[in-house]
């Protein structure tokens, strides 16, 4: 068994064994804090509440402090929390909403080219 994990790569190793596209939006013009914000994630090194519990850093409660459903995990915060789906949900309504409404004013005539 201890020959199988020695045979293992490193996640230094692993990450230079992949095809060169799987990283090409590290090339691009990224602000370093996003490009280290996406690593974070991608390694699941954000320090949420089931990180710090896992690291022995903090006792007890590792669910969600929105929802209080679910454990606090980097894709429970990405994808799963229903109250952060919701307000996404809300602000995308409201900027499609807005686009609706300015383009019904223009046809109306009340709202001018001049006015936006």
């Known amino acids: 068994m201890q ?3 020695s045979k293992k790569k490193l996640q230094s190793e692993y990450y230079q064994s992949q095809e060169k596209e799987c990283h090409l939006w590290l090339q691009g013009n990224i602000d370093p804090i996003k490009t280290s914000a996406i690593i ?3 390694e699941q090194m954000v320090k949420t509440r089931v990180w710090k519990v896992l690291r022995g850093i ?3 409660n590792d669910k969600c402090r929105l929802c209080g459903k679910y454990r606090m995990t980097d894709a429970h915060l990405l994808s799963g929390c229903s109250i952060l789906a919701q307000q996404e ?4 309504h409201n900027a499609a909403f807005i686009i609706i409404i300015t383009a019904w004013c223009k046809k109306e005539g009340i709202l001018t080219e001049e006015a936006e």
Do not use: P
């Not at 949900?89 to 995308?92: C, K």
């Open 58 to 60: 903090a006792e007890g």
């Open 89 to 92: 949900n809300h602000l995308r």
């Open 40 to 42: 974070q994630l991608m």
């Open 3 to 5: 020959e199988e994990y």
